[in-house]
């Protein structure tokens, strides 16, 4: 069950202008540095975009937007991006916010076969407009359902040429939710292994989810705000 | 005289109990990690997917793979554990969490809080606070009493765009401690230090029930 | 001749296709991970949380922590994975599985599937039946052609209460393969070796569908 | 956060009769043999048992089911009992069938804080019947709700003094999910380690969710269906 693709090029083969493609992590931790390259490259645009966060001016998803490739962002918080805040006011960028809880959940639906759930996040207020609500045991809840992407994009520690992965740290966040909900799932890893070289107790996203993997040529892995203690 | 934001961050600090998982918010709230009193032990959850924060890194140490909710860069301590961003809410909605301690814009007498959007200015998002209001049995807002303009954050009603509804409990401000009572109204618990109860009852537009005489804050300096 | 258990095994195993991942039901089903095709790669999933089945365990190498949804003890290939019950059948529910192939007590012409209950006797459960059931697009049914009593298993109507509704493609039994189709019917698709339209026709109380010339199944020995 | 007692007998304190006990394991694997054991040995009755199977004769639930303790059984499946087929066909013993993923994702819910969500499992059958259902794109689906069990019992491979918990091979199963659903949780390890000494990358129930652990003092760990292949 061989699912290693040559290069980054191969691993994004289909993706088109118009698509809603789902994007792993948080902040600058745990993105996919080198799909989000070749998605620049590839100059597609009218993008629906699935992301916790849209990146920062000149890192991770503000590249594309840089590029004005993104027409709809799917996010729970978009600040530190100059570029964003001018298309969204400009109203040239369609942004819907949603609670990052109800987007994890939304997320791990879409790829568990759940089609809509309740949540008490967001009741009475204007995320919850024109939504169903209902009460269970005397506590008021919002109906959300699943997400229909074509892609989901991952970003991984290791994973071996099965699309076994394994996430490093607070880089999980999204990755193994999105990575189960893609029609195609691309993982992107750090390191790439063998099949048996993981330990089958540790695997976070089972390779049943992936479609394709490759190795990155080089990661950054940008810190967004790097925050230390002296020593003394 | 009216705390400062460590002040309102010590005073919230007593109110953490032993063996509690604690969620805090970014500003004030992330200043009480470092006041956590003696001989009680509590865990931080942040909900990017980390239990068992510990300080931040030294120089040098930071890695890019290891943050908490406000992006920073952090240490985990012994025990501590990794996690995806659905099993993170698992927890919220869950209510595995004992405390969520936030900022707001607007508290309302009812418990309604409003924290995320200002209309005509750029919004940033929600992130996972709508969650944690709508969740957590036990949430308090720490909080100037009041805005820049000097209004009051304390309202009958909130006149932005809500959060959550019903669900504040307690509110610290840099005047007050005050209880929202499940019929309404911020029942005044405590002053800070020198702080009149005339001048908590100018600053709170919002329904403030007085009973016998209000004690000062004990803060340690 | 009417094919026995193996047989009807060794046909379905000529459905596999390269990638696919496959939950084999008990019985019949089993025997299938036996006749893989040449030059072609499947994985087994097994719905208690494993990925990457291997064989069973050789004699004193058994792991009471290593079994399958029959609860045998087996053995895990190089690139397995074990895994929690909820992400399991989030990968059944989700259609992450190619194919399903389970044994039916009855299959009806517009493919419901009962293979769970007999009223009146003792009943063991569902398992995880009904969401194999309702949620792959690709199952087949692996079953004898009539039951005990001569009796045909494929029906107008289901008569025992279902597993699922509408949801059976294709039957694989000792006489036949048959197409369920959309509108409804069994579509004779091929015979067992020797075995002669008219035996099909007598042994289907279900409407049948036969055009043209009925090929023989190729069954290597 | 020490979340240690000292014994089953403590970890086993407010166990009492008419309770909603869930308890983890498939079969015979991964079960809390030790807790199982105290449960026995309490004599608490009229339970109603949340667990996957029933244990058999000698083993397992089987236990509880000889001293006639439990009322009501909700399970996926239930052979391989005499003594379980004798109580339910003589209805002192109340039986819920529910589908496998059906159940698992009702613990799921439970710990997760989603009161009811959708599933196609069961639509048009038994199961469905008095359930509300309701259309997808075009598919049809079941609600199903959460559980309220007072405990949750599970067992793990290694855990640590704050509850971190990591299960070895197919004995996962049902464990992290009812471990997160219990308002109190027990979990009976093997080993018991310092914080720390599990991979905080690696932990599949993080120690949230559990009130209480110990070091099991002896596993059978008994096997239901050994199957073996002869060397040659």
Redesign the interface.
Same mark, same amino acid.
């Given at each position: 069950m061989n699912k290693v693709v040559a290069n980054v090029k191969e691993a994004c083969e289909g993706l088109e202008s118009g698509m809603t493609i789902m994007l792993g992590g948080f902040g600058l931790c745990g993105i996919p540095e080198n799909c989000i390259a070749q998605m620049v490259n590839l100059g597609i645009n009218d993008l629906t975009c699935i992301s916790n966060n849209a990146g920062v001016d000149d890192f991770g998803l503000g590249f594309l937007l840089q590029g004005r490739q993104i027409k709809k962002m799917i996010s729970s918080y978009v600040g530190e991006n100059d570029e964003f805040e001018r298309q969204m006011l400009s109203g040239e960028l369609d942004v819907e916010l949603i609670p990052q809880g109800t987007l994890a959940e939304r997320c791990r639906a879409t790829g568990a076969g759940i089609p809509a759930f309740y949540t008490p996040a967001g009741f009475g207020t204007e995320v919850a407009e024109g939504k169903e609500t209902r009460e269970f045991n005397g506590k008021m809840y919002v109906l959300e359902k699943a997400f229909e992407p074509d892609f989901a994009i991952v970003k991984a520690w290791k994973g071996d040429t099965q699309g076994n992965l394994i996430y490093k740290g607070t880089a999980r966040n999204f990755n193994p939710m999105m990575a189960s909900a893609g029609k195609i799932t691309i993982a992107e890893v750090e390191e790439l292994v063998a099949p048996g070289q993981l330990d089958p107790n540790q695997i976070h996203t089972p390779g049943i989810f992936v479609q394709r993997i490759f190795q990155g040529e080089k990661y950054e892995k940008r810190i967004e705000q790097r925050t230390v203690r002296i020593k003394g | 005289m009216a705390l400062d934001k460590k002040g309102i961050a010590k005073r919230i600090a007593q109110e953490l109990r032993d063996?509690w998982?604690v969620n805090l918010g970014i500003g004030i709230p992330t200043l009480i990690a470092n006041y956590i009193p003696q001989g009680i032990?509590v865990?931080f959850?942040?909900?990017?997917?980390? !239990? %068992?924060m510990g300080?931040?890194?030294? @120089?040098?140490?930071?890695? /890019? @793979? !290891?943050?908490?909710a &406000?992006?920073? *860069?952090?240490t985990? !301590?012994?025990?501590?554990?990794?996690? @995806?961003? +659905? !099993?993170?809410? /698992?927890?919220?909605? %869950?209510?595995?969490?004992q405390l969520t301690v936030l900022g707001a814009m607007e508290v309302s007498e009812n418990g @309604?809080i409003a924290n995320w959007k200002i209309p005509g200015r $750029?919004?940033?998002?929600?992130? &996972? /606070? $709508?969650?944690l209001v +709508?969740?957590a049995e036990n949430i308090i807002v720490a909080m100037m009493h009041t805005n820049k303009k000097g209004e009051s954050k304390l309202l009958p009603n909130c006149t932005l765009?809500? *959060?959550?509804?019903?669900c504040i409990k307690k509110v610290v401000t840099n005047l007050a401690v005050l209880d929202v009572l499940p019929e309404g109204g911020f029942k005044l618990i405590e002053r800070a230090p020198g702080v009149s109860v005339d001048e908590i009852i100018a600053a709170t537009s919002g329904k403030l029930l007085i009973e016998g005489e209000i004690p000062e804050m004990v803060i340690e300096e």
């Amino acid at each position: 069950m061989n699912k290693v693709v040559a290069n980054v090029k191969e691993a994004c083969e289909g993706l088109e202008s118009g698509m809603t493609i789902m994007l792993g992590g948080f902040g600058l931790c745990g993105i996919p540095e080198n799909c989000i390259a070749q998605m620049v490259n590839l100059g597609i645009n009218d993008l629906t975009c699935i992301s916790n966060n849209a990146g920062v001016d000149d890192f991770g998803l503000g590249f594309l937007l840089q590029g004005r490739q993104i027409k709809k962002m799917i996010s729970s918080y978009v600040g530190e991006n100059d570029e964003f805040e001018r298309q969204m006011l400009s109203g040239e960028l369609d942004v819907e916010l949603i609670p990052q809880g109800t987007l994890a959940e939304r997320c791990r639906a879409t790829g568990a076969g759940i089609p809509a759930f309740y949540t008490p996040a967001g009741f009475g207020t204007e995320v919850a407009e024109g939504k169903e609500t209902r009460e269970f045991n005397g506590k008021m809840y919002v109906l959300e359902k699943a997400f229909e992407p074509d892609f989901a994009i991952v970003k991984a520690w290791k994973g071996d040429t099965q699309g076994n992965l394994i996430y490093k740290g607070t880089a999980r966040n999204f990755n193994p939710m999105m990575a189960s909900a893609g029609k195609i799932t691309i993982a992107e890893v750090e390191e790439l292994v063998a099949p048996g070289q993981l330990d089958p107790n540790q695997i976070h996203t089972p390779g049943i989810f992936v479609q394709r993997i490759f190795q990155g040529e080089k990661y950054e892995k940008r810190i967004e705000q790097r925050t230390v203690r002296i020593k003394g | 005289m009216a705390l400062d934001k460590k002040g309102i961050a010590k005073r919230i600090a007593q109110e953490l109990r032993d063996g509690w998982y604690v969620n805090l918010g970014i500003g004030i709230p992330t200043l009480i990690a470092n006041y956590i009193p003696q001989g009680i032990e509590v865990e931080f959850q942040s909900e990017n997917g980390i !239990l %068992g924060m510990g300080p931040f890194p030294y @120089d040098g140490e930071e890695d /890019a @793979d !290891l943050i908490n909710a &406000g992006k920073q *860069t952090i240490t985990a !301590l012994p025990g501590a554990v990794y996690f @995806d961003s +659905a !099993l993170s809410f /698992a927890m919220i909605r %869950g209510q595995h969490v004992q405390l969520t301690v936030l900022g707001a814009m607007e508290v309302s007498e009812n418990g @309604d809080i409003a924290n995320w959007k200002i209309p005509g200015r $750029m919004v940033k998002g929600m992130g &996972g /606070a $709508m969650d944690l209001v +709508a969740s957590a049995e036990n949430i308090i807002v720490a909080m100037m009493h009041t805005n820049k303009k000097g209004e009051s954050k304390l309202l009958p009603n909130c006149t932005l765009p809500l *959060t959550g509804v019903s669900c504040i409990k307690k509110v610290v401000t840099n005047l007050a401690v005050l209880d929202v009572l499940p019929e309404g109204g911020f029942k005044l618990i405590e002053r800070a230090p020198g702080v009149s109860v005339d001048e908590i009852i100018a600053a709170t537009s919002g329904k403030l029930l007085i009973e016998g005489e209000i004690p000062e804050m004990v803060i340690e300096e």
